[in-house]
């Protein structure tokens, strides 16, 4: 069955640095979304992505944060210089159509920022 | 306001009886509900969804309940098997000027004993 597969599955960083999140969508979705969870907390919705833009983005999701999908296969979130409050579990998910479908989500990859 | 909260943080349930999953919102505008399961070192999985037109809606052994009046949500699981036990979480979805806002409560954890 497919799956949404996410790279790494960890990621330790130090505080200032720049970190790429990889993932890869099932295959013929067509909408793409990052999710994360800080330790002890609700998952939050950080941005969703649908024809090479992104289509809504939350409070979280600031000038730090961008998505990109460069080749068509991989979806990206990038953090351009990480803090300490970034440390987390990212989700990355995918559906084949809009939000009311269902989404099928990654494993994660948990962020330390030190 | 949109939040989406869930207070029980743990419940406990014997093999074969029903869990019962609330989720309380306080946004009358939420147009889509959703629930999710959450094993550990694992993204979320979908479970059921409901529609803020709809009261009820039944896939297999889970069935969603939307009280719009009380603004309660609440997740059936009968009979409850020991590998439901995991977090589940509830999420709304709220659209607004062509986006949407995408809703997570905090999480209630189901242990379900053999």
């Known amino acids: 069955e497919p799956e949404v597969t996410q790279t790494p599955s960890h990621q330790v960083t130090q505080m200032g640095q720049e970190v790429i999140l990889r993932c890869v969508p099932i295959s013929n979705h067509l909408y793409f979304y990052w999710y994360r969870q800080i330790l002890g907390q609700k998952v939050e919705f950080l941005v969703s992505?649908?024809?090479?833009?992104?289509?809504?983005k939350s409070e979280i999701f600031d000038d730090q944060f961008s998505v990109e999908r460069p080749d068509g296969s991989n979806f990206t979130l990038k953090i351009r210089s990480t803090k300490l409050e970034d440390s987390a579990m990212y989700f990355c998910?995918?559906?084949?159509?809009?939000?009311?479908?269902?989404?099928?989500f990654g494993p994660g990859t948990r962020l330390l920022v030190l | 306001d949109q939040q989406v909260k869930q207070n029980s943080p743990s419940l406990s349930v014997q093999e074969g009886r029903i869990s019962i999953l609330n989720c309380d919102y306080t946004n009358s505008m939420f147009d889509y509900f959703l629930w999710y399961k959450k094993y550990p070192a694992e993204g979320p999985t979908f479970l059921i969804s409901i529609s803020s037109i709809k009261d009820k809606n039944e896939d297999g052994r889970f069935t969603v309940f939307l009280n719009k009046s009380a603004k309660h949500l609440s997740l059936h699981i009968v009979p409850s098997q020991p590998g439901d036990s995991a977090v589940y979480f509830c999420a709304a979805i709220w659209r607004t000027s062509g986006t949407y806002k995408y809703i997570f409560g905090t999480g209630t954890r189901l242990k379900v004993l053999a």
């Open positions: 998910a995918s559906a084949k159509r809009g939000v009311e479908e269902t989404q099928y």
């Open positions: 992505f649908y024809n090479n833009e992104i289509s809504e």
